[in-house]
Nanobody, 123 residues
Framework: QVQLVESGGGLVQAGGSLRLSCAAS????????MGWFRQAPGKEREFVSA???????YHADSVKGRFTISRDNAKNTVYLQMNSLKPEDTAVYYC?????????????????WGQGTQVTVSS
């Protein structure tokens, strides 16, 4: 079983950047496809980005061109580089792992979750 810990969240002005990290322990990350999700107050958790075991990536339309997901299997870490941040990006961001072979955007298909890190973008 893999344990996930996110870091890198914080307060940033609109147009700024943040890089989130997700460090894994217990199992090697290379065995999992990884995803980032976010949840704003009063809203459902939504898909942001995912990266497969082969490195193929997929991003939600709302972040395409602004966010980049990457993985460093040697460091057992997944990253989410967030540029050109907007106030509507404000949310708790969660890292998640799935054993699914195909990259998936569905919350229910991710079995392992981190505790989340807060990202706040001021206007």
């Amino acid at each position: 079983q893999v344990q996930l810990v996110e870091s890198g969240g914080g307060l940033v002005q609109a147009g700024g950047s943040l890089r989130l990290s997700c460090a894994a322990s217990g199992r090697t990350l290379s065995s999992y496809a990884m995803g980032w999700f976010r949840q704003a107050p009063g809203k459902e958790r939504e898909f942001v980005s995912a990266i497969g075991r082969s490195g193929i990536t997929y991003h939600a339309d709302s972040v395409k061109g602004r966010f980049t997901i990457s993985r460093d299997n040697a460091k057992n870490t997944v990253y989410l580089q967030m540029n050109s941040l907007k106030p509507e990006d404000t949310a708790v961001y969660y890292c998640a792992a799935t054993t699914k072979v195909v990259v998936t955007t569905t919350v229910q298909e991710y079995a392992y979750w981190g505790q989340g890190t807060q990202v706040t973008v001021s206007s």
